[in-house]
């Protein structure tokens, strides 16, 4: 765990980013949280404004004078400021490029001009593009499928280069379809599981892109918590010693690994098991019907498949348990339990 430390969260007061605030609060850090408020809310962040040990800095990643102001003094960065969506950057791939790209550019130079310790930042699993192969290796990626996969693949491109550059340590954690509380079920981009809640929650049937059979490796929110602690803390040191025998059984030539190169890294970051729609709608009306067994008769529609997504999509996290020793706590049964009572509670 990441402890005494003050850590900036750009994007804090999102899905991901409130949840990071909220457990590096509880560790005795002081925690820096950058939002414009583009898609994170102040509800999310609202329990922490008077909390001492937090500091909201109500600007954007595309601004620099607001990154550096962000970043002064600040131990570690966890950079989960993006704006997301495949759809939506189909539909404005300008204003992803901006954010995504020119923004997190903007961030990075900040935090190696700050001399952070570790800049570890949210990077994306439609990576993989069109690449078939399951499970998912960080080493063997397909062709982009949107914008947005674009702009993810090109942020791991910028912070190995200003690694090697400048000497600022970087690490990218490829989220799987993360979920959980305070994941936002409103909006013409919510992500599936809060959307498929929501309807569920008001009797409506959720509509099912395709026939179901699109499988995800969905996410747990406490998951993705330990990651970035890991991936922020883990001695440099430590992560090269394991990387030797990773790589060598892997057949790869990475060599800074044995050299004094600077640390510029990229894991995946999932559970490692593979959900298909149809039984991801099961398993939350199953949840939701303890607390209204009503829902349990909710009829599901069946839609057309949505431009830009894969069918399946399955992650090695054999790379993050050797170099991080990253041990996620939850599989998609016990993450669906969790977040269907916070949804019932909070919805």
């Known amino acids: 765990m990441i402890e005494n430390s003050k850590v900036l969260v750009t994007g804090g007061a999102g899905f991901i980013g409130s949840n990071l605030c909220e457990a590096l609060l509880g560790q005795n850090n002081k925690v820096v949280c950058l939002d414009n408020f583009m898609t994170g809310h102040r509800h999310n962040i609202e329990p922490y404004l008077s909390n001492p040990n937090f500091t909201l800095v109500e600007g954007d990643i595309r601004n620099y004078e607001d990154c550096q102001k962000a970043v002064e003094g600040v131990d570690y960065v966890l950079h989960q400021a993006a704006l997301g969506s495949v759809p939506r950057s189909i539909v404005d791939p300008m204003t992803a490029t901006d954010v995504n790209i020119g923004g997190f550019v903007k961030m990075l130079f900040a935090a190696k001009e700050a001399k952070v310790k570790r800049f570890v930042y949210a990077a994306s699993s439609s990576t993989y593009g069109d690449s078939k192969a399951l499970p998912k290796v960080e080493h063997e990626i397909g062709n982009a499928l949107s914008p947005y996969a674009i702009t993810k693949y090109v942020d791991e491109l910028y912070a190995k280069n200003f690694s090697d550059l400048y000497g600022i340590e970087t690490i990218g954690l490829r989220y799987f379809n993360v979920f959980g509380r305070r994941q936002d079920p409103n909006g013409a981009y919510a992500a599936v599981i809060p ?112 431009a830009g997504d894969i069918p399946h999509s399955l992650a090695s996290i054999e790379k993050g348990k050797t170099l991080l020793e990253y041990d996620p706590k939850f599989s998609i049964k016990a993450g669906i339990k969790e977040a269907t009572k916070w949804y019932w509670e909070n919805l």
């Open 195 to 306: 959307l498929f809640v929501k309807k569920l929650m008001a009797h409506e049937s959720p509509v099912i892109n395709g026939d179901g059979t699109f499988s995800r490796d969905f996410t747990y929110i406490e998951n993705v918590i330990q990651a970035n602690q890991l991936a922020a803390i883990t001695p440099t040191k430590e992560i090269k010693e394991r990387a030797k025998d990773y790589y060598t059984k892997h057949k790869q030539n990475d060599t800074w690994v044995d050299t004094d190169s600077v640390l510029a890294e990229v894991f995946n970051v999932a559970f490692g098991e593979r959900t298909d729609l149809n039984e991801l709608i099961d398993a939350l009306r199953t949840n939701l019907a303890v607390f209204d067994a009503d829902i349990a008769k909710v009829q599901i529609i069946h839609g057309p498949t949505r």
